[in-house]
């Protein structure tokens, strides 16, 4: 990917692309992690399906229905690329992270031998005492669809514990629990590359070295990596890679499933209904290969369009380019709270300035005696937004026995100047508290 030297600054430069700004000038949006802005390239793109196509994909033999399937399966290639993902891959469109893990979940529940030529232990399908392999930092999307199937099928989760301090992922905890593991099939081990409350990014290859070795499958949570770094599938080699493109300056509601295409085809399907058919007889029909046998029903096209816009974007700006600039804003960030009474959750400011923990623009904090939320609402008043709450990360908040915590998060948008409107707000959520308690 070439590099624009002229971008490295971004911030405040791009903000013309972002119609947001416009209508909100004032406004300091540090919640990126939960849903970013969106370029106007990508409404664009949006609007020229609704008011240029509009038609549906696949199905019409006409040429705006070839031409509009031809952009939406265009997209499709830009994914794989964007994500280096080899001929081995496909990409299945999914409302988003969530419902990717569901489909991956549902799947494996109705599966009974069809993985077991890819994956040993896999004959049968999950059964009473097999584990699934997850850790206590993971989103809720992440837990609570294995809960469901565990319920259905009596395989059990474990979880990898946090280290208390940072809330990394325990290592220690995790080559203990390897030998706890020992006579179990591990049938599934599924993990965030990076952490939506602490912005800590893993090394996933012991991990997957683990995998490998137990014949699991194993899945990546790329929600909070995709949008921050370069993705290469091709050296990872997960089984799975899920994410969502509202996190990626893309729309909501359009997500994606990558996964390794022989597993696939092999698994039994999800939703049923229009595209994912061949044929279809009063007893029992047949399926549609991948990816159509996956993605039942008209799909989100204007969101899939907004999807390939937003993936234009960044390769436009650099990934590079991103994640230098959120370094910057992030350590800015961490200097200036560090130097107000606050309290991070996740990797100390050395700890981060000296790479000991890679970080992407995510920094989670608390002040001692103010409820987050009370923070959240004052610091709105200040026009700074920020998210306050669990984070879809209760396990993490109990292994820190917190109800809350603040979370700025930062991207490409975001400027120094959003930094000192936090540190003012925070200044007088202070102030104010300091005096309303005396
Ligand atoms: N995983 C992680 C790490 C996340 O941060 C999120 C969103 N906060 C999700 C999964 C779920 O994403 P979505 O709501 O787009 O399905």
């Given at each position: ?195 939506n409350v602490t912005g800590i990014v893993y090394d996933l290859k012991p991990f997957i070295s683990y995998a490998r070795e137990k014949g699991s499958v194993f899945i990546v ?6 949008c921050h770094q370069k993705i290469n599938l091709s050296d990872l080699s997960p089984d799975f890679f899920v994410f969502s493109a509202h996190k990626m300056l893309g729309p ?187």
């Amino acid at each position: 990917m070439t590099e624009n030297k002229e971008l490295t600054q971004l911030g405040k430069n791009i903000r013309k692309d972002f119609p947001f700004y416009k209508n909100n000038p004032n406004i300091s949006y540090l919640d990126s992690a939960a849903t970013s802005l969106v370029p106007r390239d990508v409404i664009n793109k949006i609007i020229y399906y609704y008011e240029s196509l509009g038609v549906s994909v696949h199905r019409g033999v006409y040429q705006l229905a070839a031409k509009t399937s031809e952009i939406y399966e265009d997209a499709r290639k830009k994914i794989k690329h964007f994500l280096s993902a080899g001929s081995e891959y496909e990409i299945i469109f999914t409302r988003n992270t969530t419902e990717a893990i569901n489909l991956i979940a549902y799947s494996f529940e109705k599966a009974k031998d069809e993985l077991n030529e890819l994956f040993s232990g896999w004959k049968g399908g999950l059964k009473t005492g097999d584990i699934v392999l997850i850790s206590e930092s993971e989103h809720h999307s992440n837990i609570i669809p294995w809960q469901i199937i565990s319920e259905r099928t009596g395989i059990k989760i474990k979880y990898i514990p946090i280290v208390k301090e940072t809330g990394a992922l325990d290592i220690t905890a995790f080559n203990k629990i390897k030998n706890d593991l020992d006579d179990k099939d591990v049938k599934i081990i599924s993990l965030a590359q990076v952490s939506n409350v602490t912005g800590i990014v893993y090394d996933l290859k012991p991990f997957i070295s683990y995998a490998r070795e137990k014949g699991s499958v194993f899945i990546v949570d790329g929600a909070q990596s995709v949008c921050h770094q370069k993705i290469n599938l091709s050296d990872l080699s997960p089984d799975f890679f899920v994410f969502s493109a509202h996190k990626m300056l893309g729309p909501k509601g359009i997500g994606a499933l990558c996964g390794k295409k022989e597993i696939l085809n092999k698994m039994p399907v999800f939703l049923g209904g229009g595209d994912m058919i061949l044929s279809v007889n009063k007893e029992k029909s047949t399926y549609n290969e991948i990816p159509y046998k996956f993605e039942a029903g008209t799909p989100n096209i204007s969101a899939v369009f907004g999807f390939s816009a937003a993936i234009d974007y960044l390769e436009k700006i650099g990934l590079q380019n991103i994640s230098d600039w959120e370094k910057k804003l992030t350590l800015y960030a961490m200097e200036k709270l560090s130097e107000i009474n606050i309290q991070f959750f996740g990797p100390s400011l050395e700890q981060v300035k000296s790479n000991e923990f890679k970080k992407v623009g995510v920094v989670s904090f608390g002040i001692n005696g103010i409820h987050p939320h009370d923070i959240g609402t004052l610091l709105d008043e200040n026009n700074v937004c920020i998210r306050v709450g669990h984070h879809c990360c209760q396990l993490l908040m109990k292994a820190w026995d917190v109800p809350a915590t603040c979370r700025a998060s930062f991207y490409l948008y975001n400027d120094f100047e959003d930094v000192d409107n936090l540190i003012n707000g925070l200044r007088k959520t202070i102030e104010f508290f300091g005096t309303h308690n005396s």
